[in-house]
């Protein structure tokens, strides 16, 4: 897999192997949305400083989600492992959105971002600016979540959606990438020692994986 229309045919592949209400199908639906996106942004060539290294990055992040989406539940990180144990769960389909944005952005980001600055031979600080000018094509994909989530919560009760409402207003994008980018520049700074570097990836799964079972609490 070497372009964005490659993780976009294998986005689709999946797709169309799963059922429309598994979880891991809601996370990949929204997930393919802003990879089109990103993908018309790169097409345009005005978008972005380093075309070339937001492309590789897009690979690189995407094969994380591939990665956890292929893996045995033994083999799955803790970050990934509370959708893939609710996906047939009775919840609201943006808790598997939200839990699945949660684990991509705030475990797999990072990841990506350091091993894609590696791989270029540039530092965090030189790609910040192009990282950010990606925060606001996600605030728009998210919106359109939070907006179909509000028409459904018009025709509900409000004493059976109210504290689904208060569990998903917890969780914000822009505070998830903030937050993504402290573990950037945190394990930029470790990538020399392997001991170090591991403690931080390995801390940052179990967090990660905690705010996302969170995300995936029942409430109603």
Request: aromatic share 8%.
């Amino acid at each position: 897999m070497t372009s964005v229309d490659d993780v976009i045919a294998r986005m689709q592949s999946i797709a169309s192997a799963l059922e429309p209400t598994d979880g891991a199908a809601v996370f990949n639906r929204v997930y393919l949305e802003v990879t089109a996106m990103v993908r018309d942004r790169l097409a345009a060539g005005t978008a972005f400083t380093d075309d070339a290294f937001m492309a590789d990055l897009d690979v690189r992040f995407a094969q994380l989600w591939f990665r956890a989406y292929d893996a045995s539940p033994a083999s799955r990180s803790r970050a990934w492992s509370p959708l893939f144990e609710s996906r047939r769960r009775d919840l609201a389909p943006i808790q598997f959105a939200l839990a699945g944005m949660n684990a991509h952005i705030e475990h797999d980001l990072p990841l990506a971002v350091v091993a894609t600055c590696l791989s270029h031979g540039r530092r965090p600080d030189d790609v910040r600016a192009d990282y950010e000018k990606v925060n606001d094509l996600l605030a728009e994909v998210e919106s359109g979540i939070r907006r179909s989530f509000l028409d459904d919560l018009g025709r509900a009760l409000d004493d059976e959606v109210g504290p689904l409402a208060h569990l998903i207003a917890a969780w914000d994008i822009g505070k998830a990438r903030e937050a993504a980018w402290v573990s950037v520049c945190l394990l930029w700074e470790l990538r020399d020692n392997p001991f170090l570097d591991l403690l931080q990836r390995t801390a940052l799964d179990r967090t990660v994986g905690l705010g996302s079972r969170l995300l995936l609490t029942p409430v109603t």
